[in-house]
T-cell receptor, first 116, second 116 residues
Framework: AQKVTQAQTEISVVEKEDVTLDCVYETRDTTYYLFWYKQPPSGELVFLIRRNSFDEQNEISGRYSWNFQKSTSSFNFTITASQVVDSAVYFCALSEAYNQGGKLIFGQGTELSVKP | GAGVSQSPRYKVAKRGQDVALRCDPISGHVSLFWYQQALGQGPEFLTYFQNEAQLDKSGLPSDRFFAERPEGSVSTLKIQRTQQEDSAVYLC??????????????FGAGTRLSVL
C-alpha cells in the first residue's frame, strides 16, 4: 500500500534559519513520482517540485533544495535562509506512475512558521 | 482561465441539504481530480476524470457523493443529504496528459463546506 509520512507536525524557526522538512514514503511500485506542495493561508495548493523514481539527483531552486534518497525512501525539503513568506503548510505526496491518472497520496503536512 | 477556478469559495449548508460544488479546470487539461481535505489533514483523493469519463471513484465516501464532467471541461461535485462529517475543504485539480507538465496537478483554492 502507498503511504506518505511527514513526522513533523509543526516547525517554528526564526527568519534566516535553515529548516528541513522530512518526508518518508512507502510504495511497492518501482516507478513513481514524488511531489512537494505549499499551502499558504489562502488555501490553494501550490506545486513546488516533482521527481521521478529514476532520478535521484538532488535539486536546488533558489533557496529551496530537495534530497531524494531511494535507499531510505525519503524525499526531504530544505529551505535555506527562511523568510516570513515561507510560512505555510507543506505537503509531500506520492503517485504511482502507471495508475489511473496519477492520483496523489498526501502526507499529513508540516506547518512551518517563520518568525521575524 | 489562467488557473483552476472553484466556486463557491464558502458554502454553509443545513444538515440534510444538497450542495453542488463547481470546478473549472485549466483550459486544455484532460485530467481532473477531486480531493477532500479535513481540518489539519492532508487532502484525500475522491475521484478522477479523464475528459468526460470518470475512471476512478474509489475515494467517494458514500453514495451521497456524486461527480460529473459531462463535456470534459467543467466538473460538479454533488453531495446529497449533507451530514456534519461532510464539513471539509473540497479541492479540485487538473493536469495535462502530455508535455513537460504531464501529470503535475494544479489546484484551485477550494470550497470550504460547513454543514450545521
Amino acid at each position: 500500500a502507498q503511504k506518505v509520512t511527514q513526522a513533523q507536525t509543526e516547525i517554528s524557526v526564526v527568519e534566516k534559519e535553515d529548516v528541513t522538512l522530512d518526508c518518508v514514503y512507502e510504495t511497492r511500485d518501482t516507478t513513481y513520482y514524488l511531489f512537494w506542495y505549499k499551502q499558504p493561508p489562502s488555501g490553494e495548493l501550490v506545486f513546488l517540485i516533482r521527481r521521478n523514481s529514476f532520478d535521484e539527483q538532488n535539486e536546488i531552486s533558489g533557496r529551496y533544495s530537495w534530497n531524494f534518497q531511494k535507499s531510505t525512501s525519503s524525499f526531504n525539503f530544505t529551505i535555506t535562509a527562511s523568510q516570513v513568506v515561507d510560512s505555510a503548510v507543506y505537503f509531500c505526496a506520492l503517485s504511482e506512475a502507471y495508475n489511473q491518472g496519477g492520483k496523489l497520496i498526501f502526507g499529513q503536512g508540516t506547518e512551518l512558521s517563520v518568525k521575524p | 482561465g489562467a488557473g483552476v477556478s472553484q466556486s463557491p469559495r464558502y458554502k454553509v449548508a443545513k444538515r440534510g441539504q444538497d450542495v453542488a460544488l463547481r470546478c473549472d479546470p485549466i483550459s486544455g487539461h484532460v485530467s481532473l481530480f477531486w480531493y477532500q481535505q479535513a481540518l489539519g489533514q492532508g487532502p484525500e483523493f475522491l475521484t478522477y476524470f479523464q475528459n468526460e469519463a470518470q475512471l476512478d471513484k474509489s475515494g467517494l465516501p458514500s453514495d451521497r457523493f456524486f461527480a460529473e464532467r459531462p463535456e470534459g471541461s467543467v466538473s460538479t461535485l454533488k453531495i446529497q443529504r449533507t451530514q456534519q462529517e461532510d464539513s471539509a475543504v473540497y479541492l479540485c485539480a487538473s493536469s495535462p496528459r502530455t508535455g513537460l507538465a504531464k501529470n503535475i496537478q494544479y489546484f484551485g483554492a477550494g470550497t470550504r463546506l460547513s454543514v450545521l
